[in-house]
């Protein structure tokens, strides 16, 4: 079979696989931010960062959701970095127990991979703010700290990576499009 059909074959099966009521659970729980003038601070690494960097965008024009992507000013991270370390290079700033904080990753955060997303996911956690994921695998220490969090299923070890990516993105469409969230139309 040729990588091609194997790809959107494995395609096909995390649609099917994905979790209907983790995504509603996760419309709701920005639905009530939104209510609540909370802020979503969204964070990825890679080329979840800029999963991250589209969905702030989405969130503000189309749903009237205040969301900062954290990777978006890249002085700012890297200036974080420099004078801190790599762990603490995100930062919520001025984030509170009625904000959130979104978090797009392949491996959630384990063995010291992708430790400042772990970082500030234990920091939101602190604030008594809400903890949401999209990730890969198990989803590591988002999923098991989150409060809502959607889980990408592994249908092949070998592309774990672009299929969570790209499904993150999916996934962010279908939440910023949903009818509860959606105050303003798409162009096309």
């Known amino acids: 079979m040729s990588h091609v ?3 959107l ?18 419309v ?48 700012s991270v890297t200036a974080r970095a420099n004078d801190r370390g790599w762990q603490r290079c995100l930062e919520l700033d001025h984030a509170g127990q009625r904000d959130a904080l979104l ?5 959630g955060g384990t063995d010291g991979v992708s430790t400042p997303l772990v970082e500030i996911a234990v920091n939101i956690k602190k604030l008594g703010g809400t903890l ?15 409060d809502h969090c959607i889980i990408v299923p592994t249908v092949s070890e070998l592309r774990v990576t ?4 790209g499904w993150q993105m999916v996934v962010l469409h279908c939440l910023v ?11 096309w």
């Not at 074959?9 to 996760?26: F, G, H």
């Not at 672009?162 to 990516?165: A, F, G, L, S």
């Not at 499009?177 to 162009?187: A, I, N």
Request: with cysteine; aromatic share 4%; charged share 25%.
């Open 5 to 7: 059909k194997t790809y």
């Open 9 to 26: 074959d494995e395609t096909k099966r995390i649609a099917d696989a994905l979790c209907v009521n983790d995504i509603e659970r996760m």
């Open 28 to 75: 709701h729980a920005l639905v009530a931010l939104r209510e609540r003038s909370g802020r979503l601070y969204i964070a990825g690494l890679g080329g979840s960062a800029a999963n991250a960097s589209h969905a702030a965008n989405d969130f503000r024009q189309l749903n009237e959701i205040d969301a900062r992507g954290l990777t978006d000013n890249i002085a």
């Open 103 to 107: 978090v797009l990753s392949v491996g």
């Open 132 to 146: 949401l994921g999209i990730v890969g695998r198990d989803g590591g220490h988002v999923a098991k700290y989150a």
């Open 162 to 165: 672009p299929h969570t990516e």
């Open 177 to 187: 499009s949903h009818p509860s969230l959606q105050r303003y139309p798409t162009k």
